[in-house]
């Protein structure tokens, strides 16, 4: 039976997620923090800025005012940029029930606490019910119907399985697990993967680099993820591997595209306006280098990431430099 589904935050992936459920037969309401937006998308039945030729079923209504939106909501999916997680849970905690299920959709670590979306939901509002679905899924295609597959984890098993129900179709496989950490983490990581392997492609480098980003990539998330007490499995699965490929091969990937322009030599913040959505890797960059130096854990690629991104190093400099790092085995 169709649920009554509320969606914070009406960017690409909102919309792309709007259009999935209400296919599968739901009744969605979708908030955007803008209101020109909300409109937009209520009256051109499409969000043309951030998913152009896709087209929002009419089921869907968008609307700038939380209450509006959050009426009557069996679901509460969030998809706001990461690093407004902890200010939009603080906007609507008020107007939570209690072991309402909410759904992390966003792909980031908070600056300074290095928390995953779920735990900021968590902090901000102890009684719901926390899933995070995450997994290789560019909204430009789930938006098009194009078979995807990804992964609702939770803590919560009953929680994880209300999930894949309400998404679940022929075109949008859902699987549960219940490596919260680690699905977060991977979809988290593989942001920074992304834009140095768009940076690699910038530069010109080739297949093989991005080959070795791709893998190293995968041992740098996973001894993040034994710190944090994710299973390394998680790792192997459509949460890590399966995203960082696609993250980091595809243009639609907005932190590979914007990878690509500073590897062809514009700055960071020439790059985000180019690409004018959010390019969650900057700022995770930033966490996931800060927690690494705080839990001991060697994270090379990080690193360098870092020195580029906010300390202007050279990108070519920086591929040397991990090049030339001491001789090692490679399954330490
Ligand atoms: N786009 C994708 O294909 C995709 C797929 C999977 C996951 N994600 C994740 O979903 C999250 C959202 O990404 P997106 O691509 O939809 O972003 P986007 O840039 O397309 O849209 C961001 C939206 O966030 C909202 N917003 C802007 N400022 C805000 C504020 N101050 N407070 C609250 N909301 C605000 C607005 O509705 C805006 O349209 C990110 O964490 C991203 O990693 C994106
Ligand atoms: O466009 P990106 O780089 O933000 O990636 C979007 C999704 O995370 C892909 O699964």
Known sequence: MGKNICIMGAGSWGTALSVLLATNGHKVRMWSFFKEEAEGINTHRENIAKLPGVWVPDT????????????DAEAVIMVVPSEFMRSTMKTIKGALKDNTIVVSCSKGLEDETFLTMSQIIKEEAPNVR????????????????IPTAIVAASVDNEAALFVQDIFMSPMFR???NSDIIGVELGGAIKNVIALCAGISDGL???DNTKAALMTRGITEMSRLGEIMGAKP????GLAGIGDLIVTCTSMHSRNRRAGILIGKGKSLEEALKEVAMVVEGVNTTKAAYHMAKKMNVEMPITNQAYEVLFNGKDARQAVVDLMMRDKKLENV
């Open 204 to 206: 010109g480098f080739g």
């Open 233 to 236: 499995k998680t790792f192997s």
């Open 174 to 176: 859902v699987y549960t």
């Open 60 to 71: 869907v209504t968008c609307t700038n005012d939380v209450n509006e939106a959050l009426q």
């Open 130 to 145: 926390v899933v995070a679905l995450s997994g290789p899924s560019h909204a430009e295609e789930v938006g098009r119907s």
